[in-house]
């Protein structure tokens, strides 16, 4: 069969649903199926919205993956702009102009002339849903299946007015999940959300993600240890992420900060790209002692930046799932996050990792506290999530759940399921 895979970034994009598109790509033209990507040209978050940042034009087929890339359109006050376009208060519309969108004209066009094989459509993540329109835009033209991850971000379950979560289910995009045939989620959590958002249940796929450890793992701890200048026995929590408030590098200085002056001793080692809000925290910080910052990571650094941490937090308010949680445990390492998104579902608090509740920065110090503490339970609580990594969260089989459903769908004349009614009818 041959898929579309339609996605905001690609690789050398970094980032998680990125990393997974990419997989699955693989995966599926190992099979020896056909997979075409559909994205921006934009490698840099930023580059989607403004000029200046890296970006790449580059159209390539690499191992039976053809790659297509399209430039978003960028000009002066484009968010204003499309802020007034979207409250038109039309779903289609609005899933097309969103801000936060790469506006990508010339994907719109050939979405609505491609006219090679074609078996299904695939489109992520939210809340990217002008790529997601063009996805179901060649979907519903060619009368094939459409299919959606869209890596919801559920933000904090006990704040009804959660700001993350209005943002990742509001109209357009609760539109776009009633659009698709098979809507692949994460977690339980997003199961359930998905559903109350009104797709039918038969039409939901929990899936899960999952990890190789042969990728991250295998560092060398005391090279790691060197270059950052920490001795043997300092223990070091590792955040690695978007540097920003969403995923959580704030609250972990702070947290860090009110920690250490309970009398804990540690060091945070941060990795990846930095963004506009982290920065303006970060120049304000009156005391970065205790902290290593060290951008973004080759291959190699990230399997020595986890053989020479102890323990990882990600107090993010914005993970679908977490990927680099799995990365973590497989390194048998335990995990510190807020009790919100798909790390509230992932992590057995306790077990394999502790939880805070979101936003609660007094609680994420008490659990830095404890882990710096004690070396047994660090110990303990790693290979715990360790022996989760072998057991549950295997590639394999969540790839292949991913193209056993497209492939099932594949006989479809119409443009939705026989027996169910088209979608947001």
């Known amino acids: 069969m041959h898929v579309a895979l339609f996605v905001h970034r690609y690789p050398p994009a ?6 997974y598109v990419a997989r699955l790509a693989a995966h599926l033209a190992s099979c020896g199926d056909g997979v075409t990507v559909w994205t921006s040209t934009a490698v840099d978050l ?16 690499t191992s039976g993956v053809t790659i297509r890339r399209f430039a978003p359109l960028r000009f002066p006050a484009r968010r204003y702009a499309l802020k007034a376009l979207s409250l038109i208060p039309v779903p289609r519309w609005q899933a097309l102009t969103l801000p936060c969108n790469p506006v990508c004209p010339e994907m719109w066009r050939a979405a609505g002339q491609y006219d090679g094989r074609l078996d299904a459509v695939h489109a992520f ?23 959606l991850t869209p890596f919801l971000h559920l933000g904090d379950p006990t704040d009804p007015a959660d700001r993350t979560r209005r943002q990742y289910t509001s109209a357009p995009l609760r539109w776009l999940l009633r659009q698709a045939d098979r809507v692949f989620v994460q977690t339980p959590s997003e199961f359930r959300a998905v559903v109350e958002l009104g797709v039918p249940e038969g039409r939901v796929v929990l899936q899960g993600l999952g990890v190789d450890p042969a990728e991250c793992t295998g560092g060398n701890r005391m090279t790691a240890r060197a270059a950052w200048g920490v001795a043997p026995d300092e223990v070091v929590f590792g955040h690695l992420a978007n540097l920003s408030e969403e995923k959580g590098a704030v609250d972990l200085l702070r947290a860090a900060a009110v920690a250490q002056a309970a009398g804990h001793r540690f ?5 990846g790209p930095d963004m506009p809000n982290f920065c303006r925290f970060w120049d304000a910080l009156p005391d970065k002692s205790g902290i290593t910052r060290l951008g973004r990571l080759t291959d190699a650094e990230k399997r020595d930046f986890f053989a020479g941490i102890d323990a990882f937090a990600l107090p993010s308010r914005t993970d679908s799932f977490g990927l680099v949680l799995l990365e973590a445990w497989a390194n048998g390492k335990p995990n510190v996050c807020y009790r919100a998104g798909g790390p509230a579902d992932l992590i057995h608090d306790g077990e394999d990792g502790f ?15 404890r882990l710096a503490a004690d070396p047994t339970l660090r110990q303990k609580l790693g290979e715990t999530g360790r022996a989760r990594v072998g057991r549950d969260f295997r590639w394999d089989d969540k790839l292949e759940l ?13 443009s939705s399921p026989v027996g169910w009614p088209v979608p947001g009818s």
């Open 14 to 19: 970094v980032g998680g649903c990125e990393a």
């Open 46 to 61: 930023e580059a989607m919205w403004r000029r200046g940042f890296e970006e790449t034009s580059a159209a390539e087929t």
């Open 125 to 147: 993540a939210f809340p990217y849903s002008f790529v997601a329109a063009a996805g179901l835009r060649l979907a519903r033209r060619r009368g094939v299946p459409f299919l």
């Open 267 to 271: 060091r945070v080692v941060l990795a």
């Open 355 to 369: 939880l805070a509740r979101c936003g609660d920065v007094a609680e994420l110090a008490r659990h830095l506290g």
């Open 402 to 414: 991913v193209r056993r459903e497209t492939s099932r769908l594949r006989p479809m004349t119409t």
